[in-house]
């Protein structure tokens, strides 16, 4: 059974970092390209970034809103994937889902993991 | 910026059909957006339902078809059920970028 179980949400003060996480397990993590993809309270769904297989080249695209502040990784060693925010705005604030966007796995999603930036 | 356009809204009789359409701002939608469809119920992570196009997912009900229709991307549901209610949201690919759809909030009625 596939699964992505995102983590590392909570609340933090803006101007801050944090790091999101989503572990995978179900399928061949290190063959999979990768997505980010957010929702604020209330808004629809923005896609955030993705980052390809290595055997694919291993490219990482992201959405312009985020170019700059967001770095997206794995480890294909943990079947894991993360997401790196740096100075955090207040409208960052959203629920965060990782999920298999393209490639061979395309489809599966985690639940989500709530950022909360406020002072 | 590109800008990915649908129906704020639609309502269907159960049992009935409807189309849902996913427009660009920079032209005709092809199947060189990918278009992919997705269904997201209060509360609920959202769940893939149609990618690349026409392809669905093992868990896809039959019931949920994806086009390409008059230069836009096309999600008909056929013979719709109450559970059916919900938002959906269609994703083009931009050559380096993934753009969502504003959403249809699809009531059943």
């Known amino acids: 059974e596939v699964q992505l179980v995102e983590s590392g949400g909570g609340l933090v003060k803006p101007g801050g970092s944090l790091r999101l996480s989503c572990a995978a397990s179900?399928?061949?993590?290190?063959?999979?390209?990768m997505s980010w993809v957010r929702q604020a309270p209330g808004k629809g769904l923005e896609w955030v970034g993705r980052?390809?297989?290595?055997?694919?080249?291993?490219?990482?695209e992201y959405a312009a809103p985020v170019r700059g502040r967001f770095t997206i990784s794995r480890d294909d060693s943990k079947n894991t994937l993360y997401l790196q925010i740096n100075s955090l705005k207040i409208e960052d604030t959203a629920i965060y889902y990782c999920?298999?966007?393209?490639?061979?796995?395309?489809?599966?999603w985690g639940q989500g993991t709530l950022l909360t930036v406020s002072s | 910026q590109t800008v990915v356009t649908q129906e704020p809204s639609l309502t269907v009789s159960p049992g009935g059909t409807v189309t849902l359409t996913c427009g660009s701002s920079?032209?005709?939608?092809?199947?060189?957006?990918?278009p992919n469809w997705f269904q997201q119920k209060p509360g609920q992570a959202p769940r893939a339902l149609i990618y690349s196009t026409s392809n669905t997912h093992s868990w896809t009900p039959a019931r949920f078809s994806g086009s390409l229709l008059g230069g836009k991307a096309a999600l008909t549901l056929s013979g719709v059920q109450p559970e059916d209610e919900a938002d959906y949201y269609c994703l083009l690919y931009y050559g380096g970028a993934w753009v969502f759809g504003g959403g249809t909030k699809l009531t059943v009625l």
């Open positions: 179900g399928f061949t993590f290190s063959n999979a390209w």
């Open positions: 999920t298999t966007l393209g490639g061979s796995y395309t489809g599966y």
């Open positions: 920079t032209g005709a939608v092809t199947s060189g957006y990918y």
């Open positions: 980052i390809k297989s290595k055997t694919d080249g291993g490219t990482i």
